[in-house]
Nanobody, 120 residues
Framework: QVQLVESGGGLVQAGGSLRLSCAAS????????MGWYRQAPGKQRELVAT???????NYADSVKGRFTISRDNAKNAVYLQMNSLEPEDTAVYYC??????????????WGQGTQVTVSS
């Protein structure tokens, strides 16, 4: 099983920046797309950004131009650079990975989440 551990959350003022990191550990045949999701209080979890193993990104409209997703395949890590943060970005941010197990079974792995709070 692949485990994901996030880091980099915290409290920041509106207009500020944060960089989230997620490291994958464990045994797998492959780790394909990785991404970030977020869940604000009282709301459903939503996609923030994803990136393929080849490096092609995809963003939610609400973060385009402000957030940048990247990955380091050698380290099995994914990052989210968040600039021009807004109070509406306040949420728990979760790392996600599409994994294929050693036996060839696909599954999704989720991190425990990291809190991002943006004050106005």
């Amino acid at each position: 099983q692949v485990q994901l551990v996030e880091s980099g959350g915290g409290l920041v003022q509106a207009g500020g920046s944060l960089r989230l990191s997620c490291a994958a550990s464990g045994i797998a045949f492959s780790i394909n797309a990785m991404g970030w999701y977020r869940q604000a209080p009282g709301k459903q979890r939503e996609l923030v950004a994803t990136i393929t193993s080849g490096g092609s990104p995809n963003y939610a409209d609400s973060v385009k131009g402000r957030f940048t997703i990247s990955r380091d395949n050698a380290k099995n890590a994914v990052y989210l650079q968040m600039n021009s943060l807004e109070p509406e970005d306040t949420a728990v941010y979760y790392c996600n990975a599409a994994v294929v197990s050693i036996r060839g079974y696909p599954y999704e792995s989720w991190g425990q989440g990291t809190q991002v709070t943006v004050s106005s």
